[in-house]
């Protein structure tokens, strides 16, 4: 959830004209990442949890991608993505060695 509050405030400060555009793709993205990690942990299977942290796993991927991009067109300040990366880093290497802890039973 941290992930998704941190998008939130890097994004406030986009230029008003990317409000419908990477802006709203990026907190899509953002939000995503713990919704899918909810929502997989209600199924009945571990196959099925695992599906839902890949599509998690998925989404901070995309997220990681938009913000460079982000970062490239100026909207996000280099030190403040370079935080925010480390992170996601982070949260993409736990996800995933739960993700193979789910998966092995």
């Known amino acids: 959830m941290k992930i998704a509050e941190e998008t939130y405030q890097l994004s406030a400060q986009f230029p008003k004209e990317e409000k419908f555009g990477l802006k709203s793709q990026i907190q899509r993205a953002a939000v995503s990442i713990p919704s899918n990690i909810a929502e997989g942990s209600s199924r009945n299977s571990n196959k099925e949890f695992a599906h839902f ?41 736990r996800n995933m060695s739960f993700k193979i802890k789910i998966e092995k039973g």
């Open 53 to 93: 942290l890949s599509i998690s796993l998925g989404s901070s991927y995309e997220l990681e991608t938009q913000m460079i991009l982000s970062t490239e067109f100026g909207f996000i300040q280099e030190k403040d993505f370079e935080t925010f990366e480390s992170n996601l880093i982070k949260l993409q290497k």
